[in-house]
């Protein structure tokens, strides 16, 4: 079974780049037709789509954050990586990472880690 697991600073100061990384276990983030996904879910809010990586290399964005957003991949280290930058309060959020099948649907995803964008 896939498991994912994000990590990061938990607070990031306004205008900084925040970078979280998501290590996979149980599956490879090279396995074919295979997607890696980021996600986030402001407080009081639905989840957001924010974009993905596949098991290519190709990366993917969703037009609402794209100016702000880079995905990378380590494969040695079956991890991939968010970075985000000029951060402001409302980037406070719970990220996720998460696999799926296409870039916009996931099967598995991590627990999820608390980011506080704050001066």
């Known amino acids: 079974q896939v498991q994912l697991q994000e990590s990061g600073p938990g607070l990031v100061k306004p205008s900084q780049t925040l970078t979280l990384t998501c290590t996979v276990s149980?599956?490879?983030?090279?396995?074919?037709?295979?997607?890696w996904i980021w996600i986030r879910q402001p407080p009081g809010k639905g989840l957001e789509w924010m974009g993905a990586i596949a098991y290519s290399g190709n990366t993917y964005y969703f037009p609402s954050l794209k100016s702000r957003t880079s995905i990378s991949r380590d494969t040695s280290k079956n991890q991939f990586t968010l970075q985000l930058s000029s951060v402001t309060p409302e980037d406070t959020a719970v990220y996720y990472c998460?696999?799926?099948?296409?870039?916009?649907?996931?099967?598995?995803r991590g627990q999820g880690t608390q980011v506080t964008v704050s001066s």
């Open positions: 998460a696999r799926g099948g296409r870039a916009d649907a996931y099967d598995y």
């Open positions: 149980g599956g490879s983030i090279t396995s074919l037709h295979s997607f």
